[in-house]
């Protein structure tokens, strides 16, 4: 990787229907990186891609591919491969016309044509495909062609539109992975759409996590979990849970008027954000006094719902554990919020 | 659960027996007629008819399909009738493609128009259409009063002509074609024609390589039903044709009305049949690539 931006969006806003979709917004993206759009329908995240591949015009803001300025050209002209979410694959070409089309269209050689193709597929994995109509191939495979289509005309940017969202769920990960794997061979900067957020922590360098247009924190995977900027993002990134509390420098009263100790919570009243995996269930006696709901087992561990406070949380715990009754709980860590939500404070 | 294969034989029996008998039945009968048989159900007809072919030996005679075919007149129909149908299908398949291809790319009020305008046919009644297109063709019609008032003395005139047959057999198949080959193209989905861009592909190119590809069978479907109507298209090349050397379908009316002799109208009609039957092949190829297409991307 390096520091020259592979592609950048300044000020780009985009309005359909009298509702602004995408609203003045800038994003980095640099060379080599795989970056997420996250975020829920509507939020604004397939419309900036398109605007990115050239599909739809932004109403302001430029958009620039290596510092080179490509808001005004086509779909055609630009430096950019889109994989669409249903592929797309023309349904009357094989694998190999379909990843030769963009070549031919280049006017490369016959010869070099059939090299190049024969190497992108085999970078996906699809060399035993090459004669397949995209009708007789599984949906993976299909979805692999497309990548190979885009990544054989060697874009500068890569752009993937929720391509995992037609796939069933082994499928859609090991996927994940292989299109994780082909992007740092290539070392094609690329930019996936998706709004799920754990293939968003799962493939990208960084995320963007959008919401109404706008980006609500761009940072690495672990930061946008661990320090959620907005409430918006502690909640759509993960489970989340949130328990309304007064903060004095007594501790934290919570809606019941139960006193909890939580360090670095600002004093005032404040909104606690606490993942499942920070709340420990310990003995009762041993930490806030806390009333199992609820246990679902959910394989390697247990999603078990208690009541603290007047409110409920849901705590994640080995599959091992049977915790039944009176309990209590402690909070490794939270994060903290106004009421109207925004600012966050780790 | 299986229902019984009886149930299925009585719910599709009338239709069936109603084409068996009021179709199959006369057009078995009508060829048999055009081979000499004048007996049974052509018994009538047979006792009416002038310059009638029966069999001197034997139960059939190829003498009528001689006679007809022997017949200058005939023939020169004949070659107008494909000629005709082969330019106005060429030229409505062409028109359509426009309109269909600009109604799918532009949604603006001109493409709504044109479309609109396209489809207007449909709802005119041929012989009000064709009587139009006369007053519009004739040596005192629009298009001759508009030349000579921009100064173009010789304007054509085109009614009673060929050219005029097909350019009204273009009008009245416009509407069938336009909403075929729209439907066709409304069936490509964007996201393909938006993957040809992706690849560097111009309009031409995603054009010859990705729409038309993915719309033959509409396409040939469309051309297919033009072919066939304008082949056995009659008020049309009647009110705007020529007298002679027009396309079949009048020859048909003089010879069977005109001239009292049935068995050479009918022998014109298999001809006609026999023509419609080619065509019909490329429907019938059309529809099994396309199931064969469905097949295997179900």
Redesign the interface.
Known sequence: MTDAPGLSLRGITKTLGGRKIVDNLDLDVNAGELICLLGPSGCGKSTTLRMI???MNPDAGTIAVRDRDVTAL????RP???V???Y?????MTVFQNVA??LQ??GLSKAEIREKVETAVELVGLSHHLRS?P??ISGGEQQRAALA??IV?EPDVLLLDEPLSNLDAKLRVRVRDEIREIQRRSGITTVFVTHDQEEALAIADRIAVMNAGRIEQYDAPDPVYRQPATRFVANFVGTMNFLDAQVTSAGCALRDGTVIQVPGVRQGTRVLAIRPEDVRLVEHGQGIPARVVRDVPLGHYRDVTVSVGGQELHAFTPSTARPAGEVAVVFERAVDFAPDGETAHV | MRRRPVTGLLAIAPPVIVIALFVGLPMVSAMLYTLGDTGGLNSTIGSIAQHQHTPERGWLTLDAYREVFADESFRASLVATIVVTLVATVLVTILGWGIALYGRFHDGPLSRLLTGVSIVPMFIPAVIGAYSMLTFYAPNGMLRTIGLALGWDSAPTLSYTLTGVTLGSVWSNLPLTVLLISSGLGGV?Q??I?????????PV?RFR??IL??TTVPTIIAATFSAIGILGSFTLPYVLGPTARNILGPLMDDTYSAFNMPQQAQVMAVVVFGLALVASIAYVWANYRSAR?SE???
């Open positions: 591949g050239g599909f086509s779909p055609e002209r950019t491969g889109m669409f979410q249903n797309a694959l023309w349904p009357h089309f963009g269209v280049r109509r009708g007789q289509r885009s005309l | 989905p996201t393909l938006d993957a040809s861009r992706d690849a560097g592909a111009g190119r390589k990705v590809p993915l297409r295997v991307l179900r």
